[in-house]
């Protein structure tokens, strides 16, 4: 990509605060951005070949939506924690193992997209994150829900088509959760805590693609009271 039209990007992100430059074959995070800082607020470099983001990424304080699919992170770096503004972060379809406990620090932090990483621990540290709307891990290889899991604030966790048996029956205590997603993993009927059921506000709750058919959650203790639950959210969901 030629000077000329980086340069006339950033002339029009001055003036609008987005920058984005999706699938033009970025090997780098522009260092041009730099020269933003004190403007951006949204930068999508999206299907890129972006292999490392840089500590400088900490400089953009007003940023509020920062997207890096389809790119080539390993890693995300620790300084990403002085983006207090920060409501989005999307980095689906990367390399990425695993979180920079600071992540929990991004206080104002709504939508954490990870889809389609190298994940295979659920991370712990999140439950700081007080407005976090939406958790999304599906297609990475985590096997365990652990009972840390309850501290999370997220209203919808999804971990559709990962390798999951083992879910904490503490996850039924999340405060705010209501969509739990976890479609295509490896969970018997008998892992599945009745407490989600039963005890939790949890009005859809999306196993399809286990290891038992999804009927047989009928069979399970509170059964009835989920299902009273997911009718009166059906249009939410709709």
Known sequence: MGNSALKSHLETSQKTGVFQLTAKGLQEFPEELQRLTSNLRTVDLSGNKIEVLPATIGNFLQLKSLTLNSNRLTSIPSEISKLKKLET????????????PSLGQLKALRTLCLSGNQISEFPCRLGTLRQLDLLDLSRNQIQNVPMEVLELQAIEINLNQNQISVLSA???????????????NCLELSSIPESILKD????????????????????LEGYDKYMERFTANKKKFA
């Open 89 to 100: 972060l999307s980095l689906n379809g990367n390399q990425i193992q695993q979180l920079p």
């Open 170 to 184: 503490e996850v039924s205590r999340c405060p705010r959760l209501k969509v739990l997603r976890l479609e295509e």
């Open 200 to 219: 939790s506000q949890v009005s859809l709750f999306s196993v399809e693609g286990n290891l038992f058919e999804v009927k047989n959650l009928r069979d």
